[in-house]
């Protein structure tokens, strides 16, 4: 366990401490509760780190650093968060490292950078999580749980300093398409395709070729011919007999392709705390709040230099 200079019974409830770096993982557009708590408890167990144990957002983020109001004079709630950093033995090109966990049933307010681009921020009400790698500063805010002499840390904001982009499932990220001229109206979203039972004509499945990584489909025979005109009759000695134009063959649909399967909400926590626990490491001393308890406390002033819009 890493010695600190300044514990948690030394610092003051009620203080702001902003911190930048970029996103290395993040649930915060919801809370972490129920049976998936449990099972991200489990998770942390099993990886040498504590469990949280109550319903939370939490947040890492990678090179990280202490945004003191003035850096001459550091408070202790500033030097308290700075030296509560980590270093990743197993991603040391991420440098310094902080993470929290932070209890309650509030979830932080996220700002991003207002359309009008004059440098004032709008509150971010998408409901989406953010991607990992953007520009941020978590500002945190010290509190004191109740029946506990020691402080805590709550997530109270999140300030993206960048264009916003969100963690997208399997899908295809919209800067990129942004980024060959292709801008959608809105987020897409999976459309499930009829199930071959209740499709009135059954479908007959069309094989695929595979060239240079990428799948088309598989050629199909050229059809006959087809004479659309009825033959000459044929003359007899007794009758006059006329040959009937052979039946026009319809080649059947191919059938829709099957939807690309969609991760899961468990599968899709345990696969983001697999990427925290690689970041934070067992038995690594995070920015875990150091006691537990509600949250209390107005919320934090705002950031110099920060103005938000509605």
């Known amino acids: 366990m890493a010695n600190y200079s300044i514990s948690a019974s030394e610092i003051t409830e009620g203080k702001n401490v902003f911190i930048r770096g970029k996103l290395g993982f993040a649930v915060l557009a919801r809370l972490i509760e129920g049976a998936e708590l449990a099972a991200s408890d489990q998770r942390r167990t099993k ?14 983020i990678i090179h990280a650093e202490v945004q003191f109001a003035d850096p001459n004079n550091p408070t202790l709630e500033e030097q308290f968060v700075s030296e ?33 681009g004059d440098g004032t921020y709008d509150q971010d009400e998408s409901g989406r999580e953010l991607a990992q790698g953007l520009d941020v500063t978590l500002v945190l805010r010290t509190y004191k749980p109740q029946n506990f002499n020691n402080r805590g840390l709550a997530l109270e904001q999140v300030i993206v300093h960048e264009a916003p982009r969100y ?22 979203r999976p459309v499930q395709a009829t199930p071959a039972s209740a499709a009135p004509v059954a479908a007959v499945p069309v094989a695929t070729e595979v060239e240079d990584g990428l799948s088309f489909p598989a050629p199909q025979p050229a059809s006959a011919p087809v004479a659309v005109a009825a033959q000459a009759p044929v003359q007899t000695a007794q009758a006059t007999v006329a040959v009937a134009p052979a039946p026009v063959a319809v080649p059947a649909a191919a059938p829709a392709p099957a939807p690309a399967r969609q991760e899961t909400l ?7 705390e697999a990427e925290n626990a690689s970041l934070k490491d067992a038995g690594s001393a995070v920015g875990s709040p150091v006691a537990t308890g509600p949250w209390n406390g107005s919320g934090p002033a705002q950031q110099a230099g920060i103005t938000y819009q509605g």
């Open 47 to 60: 990886n040498g780190m504590n469990p949280v144990g109550k319903p939370h957002t939490t947040a890492t």
């Open 84 to 116: 509560r950093r980590y270093d990743s033995p197993k991603r040391p090109e991420t440098g310094p490292n902080y993470a929290i966990d932070s209890k309650g049933s509030t979830l932080p307010v996220i700002v991003i950078p207002s359309s009008k």
């Open 266 to 272: 468990e599968e899709k926590l345990a696969r983001l």
């Open 167 to 188: 963690y997208n499932a399997g899908g295809i990220d919209q800067a990129e398409l942004a980024a060959r001229g292709i801008v959608l109206n809105g987020t897409p």
